[in-house]
C-alpha cells in the first residue's frame, strides 16, 4: 500500500514557478510509476505527467510540454512536478498518483492510489 501526499501548492502570478512535491508512505514506492493529474472547477480530471518507476521515461499532457517537469527521487520516496511559466489555464487542484509499473501511464483508471490534492492558482 502507498499513501501520498502532496504539498508546494499555492498563489503565483502568471509567468511565475512553482515545484510540487509528493512524499510517498511504504516500502513499494519505488515499483510504481507516478502522475500528476488535476482538475480545475466545472472541469473532469485530466492527466498532467507521469514519470516511470526507474525515471527513465516520462509523458506530459501537450499543454505543459516544455513548461512542466516532473521527476523523482526514489530514496526519498518523493515525486515532483516542477511548474515553469505558469498561466491562468493551470490553476486547479493537482493531485499525485501512483499505478503499477507495468500500467499505462496517461490513463486515470490505471492508478491504484491517490493524494488529496494541492490547490495551485495562477492570477493573471
Known amino acids: 500500500q502507498v499513501q501520498l501526499v502532496e504539498s508546494g501548492g499555492g498563489l503565483v502570478q502568471a509567468g511565475g514557478s512553482l515545484r510540487l512535491s509528493c512524499a510517498a508512505s511504504g516500502r513499494t514506492f519505488s515499483s510504481y510509476g507516478m502522475g500528476w493529474f488535476r482538475q480545475a472547477p466545472g472541469k473532469e480530471r485530466e492527466f498532467v505527467a507521469a514519470?516511470?518507476?526507474?525515471?527513465?521515461?516520462?509523458g506530459y499532457i501537450d499543454s505543459v510540454k516544455g513548461r512542466f517537469a516532473i521527476s523523482r527521487d526514489n530514496v526519498k520516496k518523493t515525486v515532483y512536478l516542477q511548474m515553469n511559466n505558469l498561466k491562468p489555464e493551470d490553476t486547479a487542484v493537482y493531485y499525485c498518483?501512483?499505478?503499477?509499473?507495468?500500467?499505462?501511464?496517461?490513463?486515470?483508471?490505471?492508478?491504484?492510489?491517490w493524494g488529496q490534492g494541492t490547490q495551485v492558482t495562477v492570477s493573471s
Open positions: 514519470i516511470s518507476w526507474d525515471a527513465v521515461s516520462t
Open positions: 498518483a501512483a499505478r503499477p509499473s507495468w500500467a499505462a501511464m496517461n490513463l486515470e483508471k490505471n492508478y491504484e492510489y
